[in-house]
């Protein structure tokens, strides 16, 4: 007879921030983190995530286009990773982390793009009603201080090359966002060292084990 188990569902964790805030830096510590206290981990990203998703993410970051013809292609890329990655993953037991959310999609497109929210809510909604992240990190610095890393370091994508006024209608979003769902994300302030802002991200992941 074979034996039936259940596994236990796993967690959903996204990473969000302003660009140059200092995601990237850290996903590589939170895989570390969880693989060593047993879990298994599936590290992913949006707008990608999927061989599709993928080619999305190439148009996405390198053609100009309407703001809601953006929005839609990113949920076209989130659908393809929730059926294929995501859902499959927490099924599985797993912990899936994902570089980027719906919050990004508030924050870039509704408050920075201009376009209606109740838009970006009727797309969450019919892609993903259920299915909302157990925690966010939101890496949270002024844009300056993003402006700085950014330009230190890399060739700058289509949405890189905004303008700083772009970058702080994204911010106070994310951080209303924040305010707005308090249970859910958590702020990590990402001006501080790297060894201080990963203090606080265990301290946040800590919630969760
Ligand atoms: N706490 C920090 N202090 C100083 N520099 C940082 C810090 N966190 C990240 N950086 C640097 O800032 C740049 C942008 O970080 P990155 O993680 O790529 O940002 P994001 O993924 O949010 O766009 C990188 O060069 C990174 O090394
Ligand atoms: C998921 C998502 C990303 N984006 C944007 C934000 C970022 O500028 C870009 C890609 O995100 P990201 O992977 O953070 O870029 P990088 O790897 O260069 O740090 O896509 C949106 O505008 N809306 C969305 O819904």
Redesign the pocket.
């Known amino acids: 007879m074979t034996q039936q188990t259940t596994a236990m569902p796993g967690k959903f964790i996204t990473f969000e921030g302003i ?1 140059g805030a200092g ?2 830096t850290h996903i590589g510590f939170v895989v570390d983190f969880l693989a060593a206290r047993g879990k298994t981990v599936v590290s992913s ?4 995530g999927t061989r599709l998703g993928e080619k999305l ?1 190439e148009l ?2 390198h053609e100009k286009m309407h703001v809601e013809t ?2 839609l292609l ?1 949920f076209a ?2 659908r393809e990773h929730l059926a294929q990655v995501i859902e499959p993953g927490i099924e599985r037991g797993d912990w899936v982390l994902s ?4 919050d ?2 508030f ?3 509704s408050a920075a ?1 201009g376009m209606d929210r109740d838009k970006i809510m009727a797309l969450a909604q019919w892609v993903h009603a259920k299915r909302w992240p157990d925690l966010t990190l939101l890496f949270d610095v002024p844009v300056e201080v993003a402006r700085q890393r950014l330009d230190a370091e890399r060739t700058l ?1 289509k ?2 090359q905004e303008k700083a006024d772009f970058f702080s209608r994204c911010r106070n979003e994310y951080l209303r966002l924040a305010g707005e769902h308090p249970g859910r994300i958590v702020v990590i302030d990402s001006t501080k060292s790297i060894d201080e802002t990963r203090a606080a991200i265990a301290a946040a992941l800590e919630r969760l084990l």
Do not use: C, I, N, V
Not at 45 to 48: A, F, L, S
Not at 99 to 102: A, M
């Open positions: 660009d995601k990237s990203r949006e707008p990608g993410r996405l970051l953006e929005a990113m890329s989130r570089d980027r959310f719906t990004a999609s924050a870039y497109q793009g994508d949405f890189e």
